[in-house]
């Protein structure tokens, strides 16, 4: 798929976003909007994974760590085909499939149920040791926040994962530099990201994770890496794609008030057609 398609991709996963988080009055906006170019990316041309193989034992899997982000990860899988995209606006509701962190219980998909931080990390790395067991080739991939590798569980997960080289998962930072209270920098800095990974014997590719070309070129790096795994550090604006929303730890975990959504909506609609006439 070319890169303007997967932009046309992300605007429509950005607005179910905003749908969902609008329609619930309640989640996490932010680290939704951060990670969509990286969650487009993945379901649209990495993963080979599809809504009709969400029972295939040899499908890549793919774990939202930071589970709170929960609103991107539907939104892709609703423009991807896995449900009908309406179901966006059931988001949090009772009775819905598309619960406030991910529930492998209730929605195909989803390979972890995830949302204590650090855990879906852990799981992932036993997804990528299984494969080894079993000589399977399929690939592991989790996506982790930057406020959650605050977590020590994270750094366990990755002491393990480095020594025993498990060179068919592959990490991705959501490096937004914001989390619920602030700068991760003066909340509680995990900084060097790329040297403490290295430090577990992960192979580091820094990229704009934003950047539809860096993060084509980062995760086919990825594939070539053998004997240990890879960590994408993404850095990326926080509320991405809607102005008032950008860089602001505010929309973390605030939903927007209806004037507030139909100008996000307007921004993204806008977008999207300027991309049509491209």
Known sequence: MDKLTLQKKAVEVRKNILT???SAQAGHPGGS???ADILTYLYFEELNTSPESTQDPD???FVLSKGHAAPGLYATLAVRGYFPPEE???LRKLGSRLQGHPSIQYLPGVDMSTGSLGQGYSAAVGMALSAKLDQKDYRTYVLLGDGEIEEGQVWEASMFAGFHKLDNLCVIVDNNNLQIDGPIDTVCSPYPIDRKFAAFNFHVINIDGNDFDQIETA???AKTVKGMPTAIIAHTVKGKGVSFMENKAAWHGTAPNAEQYEQAMAELTKAGEAL???
């Open 219 to 221: 995760f086919e790096e």
């Open 276 to 278: 049509c006439q491209m």
């Open 59 to 61: 499908r890549d899997r």
């Open 88 to 90: 966006v606006k059931t």
């Open 20 to 22: 969902g988080v609008y």
């Open 33 to 35: 909007l951060s990670a």
